[in-house]
């Protein structure tokens, strides 16, 4: 089993900035692909960013594209999310996951590991 543990979530204004962390402990061998993942109110889960499990690859979903960094340290055991100049609709509980492999992967079901996710609200 792997336990992920997010921080950096809060309330801000539009327009700044957060930086999610995510790090990763117990059978880290097991740490493959990750990504972020969210879930605003009354809606479904979706992808927000992912990263290969060396870091040379990324994507975005469509909206975030040019705000929103994806990057893991060497060790591979942590994952973060830099966004900036956030708006409203990116309010939202953000999830990191790790993938079942190495590559990137946008769907939830090619998640294998979950954490609880951190909120986070943007205000007008």
């Known amino acids: 089993q792997v336990q992920l543990v997010e921080s950096g979530g809060g309330l801000v204004q539009a327009g700044d900035s957060l930086r999610l962390s995510c790090g990763a402990s117990g059978r880290t061998s097991e740490v493959a692909g990750m990504g972020w993942f969210r879930q605003g109110p009354g809606k479904d889960r979706e992808f927000v960013a992912a990263i290969n499990w060396s870091g040379t690859d990324t994507d975005y979903r469509e909206s975030v594209k040019g705000r929103f960094t994806i990057s893991r340290e060497p060790d591979k055991h942590t994952v973060y999310l830099q966004m900036n100049n956030l708006r409203p609709d990116d309010t939202a509980i953000y999830y990191c996951?790790?993938?079942?492999?190495?590559?990137?992967?946008?769907?939830?079901?090619?998640?294998?590991?979950w954490g609880q996710g951190t909120q986070v609200t943007v205000s007008s």
């Open positions: 996951a790790i993938a079942r492999y190495l590559g990137v992967r946008i769907r939830p079901e090619e998640y294998l590991y």
